[in-house]
């Protein structure tokens, strides 16, 4: 389904529509991880709340459908499948 053929064209133009600057997924047997880079200025929860609006039944369906291939760990809420991560690291080189 996150193939360039697979993934809904929704869900390509609701990630545009909510701000996100990049959205990336890495996979390793069943774990997930999602890296989503938003502008300054954007929180988490201004994004989440622009993505929830915009296609909002084609966004339920894909969430839904994505549902049943996720196993939510053990601390996440009823009904949450993505549980946000906090950053404990974070290395640049400063390329001048």
Do not use: C
Request: aromatic share 14%; glycine share 6%.
């Amino acid at each position: 389904y996150h193939s360039e053929e697979g993934i809904w064209p929704e869900v390509l133009k609701t990630f545009e529509a909510s701000g996100a600057k990049s959205v990336k997924i890495y996979l390793k047997h069943t774990r997930l991880v999602m890296i989503v880079s938003l502008p300054e200025g954007l929180t988490w929860e201004k994004f989440s709340k622009r993505y929830e609006s915009s296609y909002p039944e084609k966004i339920k369906e894909w969430g839904e459908l994505m549902a049943l291939f996720q196993t939510p760990p053990p601390f996440a809420k009823k009904g949450e499948t993505w549980v946000k991560m906090e950053q404990i690291f974070d290395f640049r080189k400063n390329l001048k």
